[in-house]
């Protein structure tokens, strides 16, 4: 931790180190304040706006901004998804079949959409339509990711100079909002509809709030570690054969898939003589794991952002985002419970839903495990959701994005 010309930055371990307290005091939060509880807002939202917060009102004190080494982040990323791949199966797959294309096919829909929202907005501000597309799915549904990757094409070709600030600060104010929307909605649908889980049993991520002792042993621990590093080496592998091949995926959809093949075709042979390669398993282990890698990821991500850089941008970009908002969450209400089944399944999947239409994969992880571990398990929203948020989407995304800007220049 060093500071240089006026800007504190934070080395990976001392980032590390303040995510988990962040983790802890959003955790404290959650307890004392009740109507955190009731929503179902994450804890390391709660943590990450606090401080995310409490640096901005610094940077505009004492004029000092605070900035992040963000590698960690990443790794934690890959650790979640992984996690939720050898929690899968080719068979549950099979059995969600259906809902996965009905809920493939609205998010489709949605992300057009999405585009057309941004781009009407922008127009009525007297914008450019690209500047539209930037508060569409390349930052709301793409993420920081997204942004990031393709402001260089937006300033650079196409002469938007200022598209990595616009991007980075529609991702944020829809990580924000994706964040407080999700939990809310499916805690008012489970409770105006009555529903409950069809099925009991391990959660897929974290422990169930009445579960006070959860039995994990260290072997337990470390089998699961041993999983998550075997399935990410299949998906280090994977993801250099498909980038050689033309295809560029984030290394946590492939890492995801490499966890899927594993539990489905390695574990069920293999693990009868070797009973310590069952990784298929809903195991406690894996779910804490999972629960501790979403929450870091999650908490670095909103305490890391510089919200003094989105105060600069808000006219125009609070008009897109208030209007996408509007959108996404009548969407989720009206659209996407109904045509999921209108079950507790349903309710779970419009939490995530709520969490991807405006921020990330991660954050619709976060809104689903929030609500699963205050009501109970839903193992199809859990295997549906990051299917189509974290793989299909992303390339229909590419295809958009370049649709529209070939239609544009």
Same mark, same amino acid.
């Given at each position: ?22 983790? %802890? ?10 109507? =955190? ?50 929690? /899968? ?33 922008? +127009? *009525?501000?007297? *914008? ?11 930052? =709301? ?5 997204? #942004?990031?990757?393709? #402001?260089?094409? %937006? ?19 829809? *990580? ?10 499916? /805690?008012? *649908? ?20 009445? !579960? ?44 995801? @898939? ?6 489905? @075709? ?16 809903? +195991? ?60 507790? !399944? ?45 793989? @299909? ?17």
């Amino acid at each position: 931790m060093e500071l240089v010309e006026n800007t504190l930055a934070f080395q990976s371990f001392f980032t590390v180190t303040l995510a988990i307290l962040v983790l %802890f005091i959003g955790k404290g939060l959650n307890m004392r304040f009740a109507v =955190l509880r009731d929503f179902n807002i994450p804890e390391p939202v709660v943590g990450g706006l606090l401080f995310s917060i409490l640096f901005a009102i610094i940077h505009f004190t004492i004029g000092i901004s605070v900035e992040f080494d963000l590698k960690a982040r990443d790794i934690m990323l890959v650790y979640f998804f992984t996690t939720i791949g050898l929690s /899968s199966n080719i068979m549950d797959l099979v059995k969600g079949g259906k809902p996965l294309m009905i809920l493939l096919a609205a998010t489709i829909l949605y992300m057009i959409i999405q585009n057309v929202v941004g781009i009407s907005v922008a +127009s *009525l501000f007297g *914008l450019e339509p690209l500047v539209g597309m930037l508060g569409g799915t390349v930052s =709301l549904i793409g993420g920081h990711g997204t #942004a990031i990757a393709w #402001a260089p094409t %937006f300033a650079e070709q196409y002469g938007i100079h200022n598209a990595m600030e616009i991007g980075i600060a529609c991702a944020t104010f829809g *990580l924000i909002l994706a964040s407080l929307m999700g939990g809310p909605i499916a /805690s008012y *649908l489970i409770k105006k509809h009555d529903l409950k889980p069809a099925e009991s049993g391990t959660q897929d991520v974290g422990v169930s709030y009445d !579960d006070r002792n959860p039995k994990i042993d260290y072997f337990a621990f470390l089998h699961a570690i041993l999983g998550i590093h075997f399935s990410i080496m299949i998906g280090l592998l994977l993801n250099e054969s498909l980038e050689e091949a033309g295809l560029k995926l984030p290394l946590f959809v492939t890492c995801l @898939f490499a966890g899927i093949l594993i539990s489905s @075709f390695i574990t069920p042979k293999v693990s009868k003589k070797f009973t310590w390669l069952d990784w298929n398993a809903r +195991s406690m282990a894996m779910a804490l794991i999972a629960d501790i890698s979403l929450g870091i990821f999650l908490a670095m991500s909103l305490m890391s952002m510089q919200l003094w850089v989105i105060a600069e941008l808000a006219g125009p970009i609070l008009a897109i985002i208030t209007a996408q908002f509007v959108v996404a969450a009548s969407i989720t209400l009206f659209v996407i419970f109904k045509i999921m089944g209108r079950t507790y !399944d349903a309710a779970v999947i419009c939490s995530g839903f709520g969490g991807i239409s405006l921020g990330s994969t991660a954050t619709a992880m976060a809104n689903m495990t929030a609500v699963t571990n205050r009501y109970g398990p839903s193992h199809l929203a859990f295997v549906i959701v990051p299917l189509v948020c974290a793989f @299909f989407i992303d390339l229909f995304n590419v295809m958009l994005i370049q649709t529209l800007l070939s239609y544009f220049s």
